[in-house]
């Protein structure tokens, strides 16, 4: 089953939010600043969403690790 390009899109807005707070807290124990933890978490939010996005795409069209699903009106045997 092949993902929607939304669902690709909410999945890297979701990581991106958890990924975000877990930059801002280590720029802040780096910096000492919160005004310099929050900028850099400002960006790197938007320009990772956008990685994250072409990353799921690339995988979406390939076809390594994946496995063809057995028609559902015939039998399956396969171990």
């Excluded at 929607?4 to 930059?23: E, N, P």
């Amino acid at each position: 089953m092949a993902d929607k390009h939304y669902r690709s899109l909410v999945k890297g807005v979701s990581w991106r939010i958890t990924g975000s707070i877990d930059t801002m807290i280590i720029a802040y124990f780096i910096t000492g600043q919160l005004k310099w933890a929050l900028g850099i978490m400002s960006v790197e939010f938007f320009t990772k969403i956008g990685l994250f996005y072409l990353h799921e795409r690339v995988w979406e069209g390939l076809a390594f690790g994946r496995v063809k699903e057995a028609k559902k009106d015939k039998p399956n045997f396969d171990i």
